[in-house]
């Protein structure tokens, strides 16, 4: 068994659960989203209460709408989207900046 240090996890609608997701697989994540029960992915560090996240849902015309919120800072962005290499990319920036990213709890898979 070796230690995983979870920063962020990222969680989908119909309950799925992907610890410090990559660019690729928020845009994996993204293709698996549905109108029919699985409409959105957030991502937040894994503690109590979360200064920041990162919401995104698709929306009926097949746009996302990409939330972005840190509370710390006092940052709130809303955004509507279209490209999911863009929103991945973005996201993964946004998870990125100084302060996120601490480490939070620990993994023994």
């Given at each position: 068994m070796t230690d995983q240090v979870i920063y962020y996890r990222a969680?989908?609608?119909?309950?799925?659960?992907?610890?410090?997701?990559?660019?690729?697989?928020?845009?994996?994540?993204?293709?698996?989203?549905?109108?029919?029960?699985?409409?959105?992915?957030?991502?937040?560090?894994?503690?109590?209460?979360?200064?920041?996240?990162?919401?995104?849902?698709?929306?009926?015309?097949?746009?996302?709408?990409?939330e972005y919120r840190d509370a710390l800072r006092h940052e709130h962005r809303l955004t509507t989207e279209t490209d999911r290499s863009d929103i991945a990319r973005e996201a993964t920036i946004w998870m990125a900046r100084p302060y996120r990213g601490q480490p939070r709890q620990r993994s023994t898979t």
């Amino acid at each position: 068994m070796t230690d995983q240090v979870i920063y962020y996890r990222a969680e989908t609608e119909d309950g799925r659960f992907v610890d410090n997701p990559s660019e690729d697989t928020i845009y994996m994540l993204l293709e698996e989203l549905d109108l029919t029960g699985n409409t959105f992915v957030t991502i937040e560090p894994v503690e109590d209460d979360p200064a920041w996240y990162v919401s995104i849902s698709l929306l009926a015309e097949g746009t996302y709408e990409v939330e972005y919120r840190d509370a710390l800072r006092h940052e709130h962005r809303l955004t509507t989207e279209t490209d999911r290499s863009d929103i991945a990319r973005e996201a993964t920036i946004w998870m990125a900046r100084p302060y996120r990213g601490q480490p939070r709890q620990r993994s023994t898979t």
